[in-house]
């Protein structure tokens, strides 16, 4: 999980405050994490840390039933550390676990399944399905493509670097046709949570998972907000948020739109559309002109589409207004992600996405 950066100011509980007047509150975070509070994972075993961020750590754990049966769970342990006090963290944690229920009951495939929200000596853990298989930061690794090159057969390498994971400038980066698969999935996992008045708030690659199943689930959805309520706290990472975000405004279904168009955009040019800008000012500065350089950013193939890099542009508009309304229209609405793959189709240039990840990423064999 890719290190979250929570937003420094008072009304988002973002300070810590050393005067805390309920310091066991951290204590038991703590504990936690040190092991010597076993009893917060009751009918788990095998705890593993792998993942830690701002929000808090993640642990993948064995959920034990009866009769031998057993079950890989997530379990994400938030932390109250970056709050003023512990009702701040009560108050915040409260939200959470709303957003929570209501993303739980989505049910989609594309979206993480959420199973529990609960309590241990207040310290708040969220209990969900585990995803195997690589989030998207790691599939664009240089071990990831270093590993595909020497565990596949050479006929099976060519086929991987020329329909799914190739050479970037900064990055390996892929193929259009894959990158437009898993932006499909991500979109519909999107409108789903936009239906039901939920931003996911902190798209970026480290929350997006390519399953060994070929499929993409789009996880993490502790900074996820509720869109009826201004209320909340800002835990996104900067490099991926929104300018309006950015600059103080609630994430929107917007917001996420242009999260995940730099991600697309990161994906097909093997380097991040950011290199070089240090500092909000900055930021702010290269995701303003971003729409205007998409076409030099991206590689001969695919900057010749022009309904990919329209695509493109639309999602990382700077002003909300100019990009898609919401996740559901950027997947099937006109010029949208499913009319570039139509096209791919007529053009007799599409492949099973699908099976061609699965096929790739069983061959690969876990990725440490």
Excluded at 220 to 235: F, K, N, Q, T, V
């Amino acid at each position: 999980m890719e290190s979250t950066r929570t937003h420094d100011t008072e009304r988002f509980h973002a300070a810590t405050d050393r005067h805390d007047p309920d310091p066991d509150l951290r204590q038991h975070y703590r504990d936690i994490l040190a092991g010597t509070d076993v009893g917060w994972a009751i009918g788990c075993s095998d705890l593993k840390l792998v993942g830690q961020g701002g929000q808090g750590v993640v642990f993948q754990a064995r959920l034990d039933g009866a009769d031998g049966f057993a079950l890989s769970v997530a379990l994400k342990v938030f932390s109250p550390e970056p709050y003023r006090t512990s009702l701040a963290y009560a108050d915040d944690m409260a939200r959470v676990a709303g957003v929570a229920a209501r993303v739980a009951a989505v049910q989609h495939e594309n979206l993480i399944a959420v199973h529990d929200f609960t309590a241990h000596t207040r310290v708040r853990v969220m209990r969900m399905e585990w995803v195997d298989g690589l989030d998207l930061r790691q599939v664009l690794s240089q071990h990831t493509l270093d590993r595909t090159r020497a565990r596949l057969s050479p006929d099976h390498r060519r086929f991987v670097e020329d329909v799914v994971l190739t050479e970037g400038p900064k990055q390996p980066r892929l193929k259009p046709g894959v990158a437009i698969h898993v932006l499909r999935d991500c979109l519909s996992a999107l409108a789903a949570m936009h239906r039901e008045g939920i931003a996911h708030g902190d798209l970026k690659p480290s929350n997006i998972m390519l399953k060994r199943t070929g499929t993409t689930k789009v996880v993490d959805i502790g900074s996820a907000a509720d869109l009826r309520s201004a209320e909340g706290r800002c835990a996104w990472s900067p490099l991926y948020a929104a300018p309006e975000v950015l600059e103080g405004a609630p994430v929107s279904p917007q917001s996420d739109l242009a999260s995940m168009g730099y991600v697309l955009v990161e994906m097909l040019a093997g380097r991040s559309p950011f290199d070089g800008a240090t500092g909000v000012s900055a930021l702010l500065e290269a995701k303003h002109a971003l729409e205007h350089r998409v076409p030099e950013l991206l590689p001969p193939e695919v900057a010749g589409s022009e309904l990919l890099v329209s695509l493109c542009r639309r999602l990382v508009a700077a002003r909300p207004e100019k990009r898609f309304p919401d996740a559901e229209a950027a997947d099937l609405g006109r010029k949208g992600a499913a009319a570039f793959h139509r096209q791919l189709v007529k053009g007799d240039l599409a492949s099973e996405y699908e099976n061609d990840l699965r096929v790739w990423l069983e061959a690969l064999g876990p990725v440490g």
